[in-house]
């Protein structure tokens, strides 16, 4: 910890949790012990029921169409 009350997450451990920037944390002590919990925002439920699909998303396999 450093003079201004700073923790450092080594790289490894963000990568395995998944951890960015300006993720924000719930602080709680347990047992003696900080506890620091990631609070990771609900999952976006997208619903495309309503979206009218055209032919290109429909394409044979092999074909693509890039930059038109």
């Known amino acids: 910890m450093d003079e201004r009350?700073?923790?450092?997450i080594p790289l490894y451990?963000?990568?395995?949790?998944g951890l960015k920037a300006g993720v924000e944390f719930?602080?709680?002590?347990?047992d003696g012990a900080l506890v620091?919990?990631?609070?990771?925002?609900e999952p976006l439920r997208v619903?495309?029921?309503?979206r009218?699909?055209?032919k290109e998303a429909f394409l044979d396999s092999g074909e693509a169409t890039f930059g038109e």
């Open 5 to 8: 009350g700073r923790i450092l």
């Open 13 to 17: 451990e963000r990568e395995k949790l």
């Open 26 to 30: 719930d602080v709680y002590r347990e």
């Open 36 to 41: 620091l919990r990631p609070i990771l925002p």
């Open 47 to 50: 619903d495309g029921s309503h």
């Open 52 to 54: 009218k699909w055209g």
